[in-house]
């Protein structure tokens, strides 16, 4: 910590009528960007013993509204520290919200169980070499100690801590799904579709070379049908594990109309990862059927081959069933979410779609994104920059 990086502090603040210069009592979005200015003055104080300059937002992004009335956590942490300047990232929270609703007093407030991330910011700071000190531990009820009371021997400074850090290290681990073949996509439409075990083998790894760390596997008959069959899944993941170290992850979603005895084959492989599709949906022209008796069944098989399930979430209510199976015991914490977006007859692939999507989820989940055609790199990219895991290949897009 002697050079500054990962020094956090947290402030929090109560939004007043004063803040608030829209209908509704919405705040100024530049009220916030003031609140992660006081932050980054204190962060400077701290490091340097001097206030410094605010030289400019890298990024902003604001993420839900803010009202009078509203409690607003503000945090920064400094991420970068050069000869005089300050890199720092911001992150908003409210943890208590108004109540504004026909017949309650307008005192009225609810302490949220969950934070909800109002904005996020990147910002850099300056402080000139000669405005830069070594920060002194002040007592509020005593003079200031002589400076050699504030130093260590050179060349170490002193950083003054904050009363309460709160350090929350990045997770710059991406987790990239290749989904090689599927069970929908055709030669006819690409020539590139991998079907032997060899060519699956040869993909796999061609895709671990690349940066993929799982590799969502279907197979297909010799005649480029779509399988499940526990032989032709023992076969391509023997062939895989033989040419690279990838994670396989066995589809139990097959192909539209297969049953449920079908569907299961490849568990009786033990993969180390499976697909646990949590719910029915219109699948293009067809009906991708997933019963709830058939989503226990499924769930009961993957957790009895001590696979790691993937769930599906096609839908918002998929992921609230994924959470009954959980609350039922046939899933364990914590779990892993795939919202595959942009299917047609599926939900839509968008933003705020998936940022809804994200906040239905237990904390400490981890999830991704699958989304399909066009959709697939935009709602990819924006996965990656939200802090998920993607999911790329010819099942999803051959281009």
């Known amino acids: 910590m002697s050079t500054g990086v990962g020094l956090t502090i947290t402030l929090r603040v109560r939004m007043g009528a004063h803040d608030a210069h829209y209908a ?102 300056v402080v000139p070499k000669e405005l830069q000190r070594r920060p002194r531990l002040v ?62 083998a040869d993909e796999a790894a061609r895709c671990r070379d690349a940066g993929a760390a799982v590799v969502h596997l279907h197979v297909r008959n010799p005649d480029g049908t779509p399988s499940q069959s526990r032989a032709l899944f023992a076969d391509a993941i023997a ?28 568990l009786l492989c033990r993969p180390e990862m499976a697909t646990l599709n949590c719910g029915t949906l219109n699948f293009g022209d067809g009906i991708f059927d997933n019963a709830r008796p058939l989503i226990r069944d499924m769930a009961a098989r993957i957790r009895e081959a001590g696979s790691i399930p993937e769930l599906e979430c096609y839908e918002v209510g998929h992921i609230h069933e994924a959470l009954s199976l959980l609350a039922e015991g046939l899933l364990a914490e914590p779990l892993h979410f795939q919202f595959v977006l942009g299917v047609p007859g599926g939900i839509a692939a968008r933003e705020d779609v998936l940022r809804f999507m994200i906040s239905q989820i237990p904390r ?36």
């Open 24 to 125: 509704g009592e919405l705040c100024d979005g530049a009220r916030i960007l003031a609140l992660f200015g006081d932050v980054a003055t204190e962060l400077l104080i701290r490091l340097d013993g001097d206030e410094g300059l605010f030289r400019a937002y890298e990024a902003v992004e604001f993420l839900a509204p803010v009202r009078a009335g509203d409690f607003i956590e503000a945090t920064g942490v400094v991420t970068k520290v050069g000869a005089t300047s300050r890199t720092m990232a911001f992150e908003a929270r409210k943890v208590v919200a108004s109540v504004r609703e026909p017949g309650v007093a307008p005192s009225a407030a609810d302490a949220l169980a969950e934070p909800v991330i109002v904005c996020r910011a990147l910002g850099t700071c």
């Open 364 to 399: 400490g989940s981890s999830w991704g994104v699958a989304a399909v055609g066009r959709h697939q790199r935009p709602m990819t990219e924006l996965a990656m920059q939200l802090g998920g895991h993607a999911r790329v290949g010819l099942e999803d897009n051959i281009y």
């Open 139 to 200: 007592l509020p009820a005593l003079s200031a100690p002589p400076p050699d009371h504030a130093q260590l021997p050179e060349p170490r400074p002193i950083i003054t801590p904050p009363p309460r850090i709160i350090v929350t290290p990045p997770d710059s681990a991406l987790i990239l799904t290749a989904a090689i073949v599927g069970a929908e996509t055709t030669r006819a439409q690409t020539p590139h579709l991998p079907v032997t075990a060899r060519e699956l």
């Open 239 to 266: 062939a895989i594990q033989e040419k690279t170290d990838v994670i396989v992850q066995t589809s139990t979603g097959g192909a539209v109309g297969m049953g449920v005895d079908e569907r299961a084959q490849p």
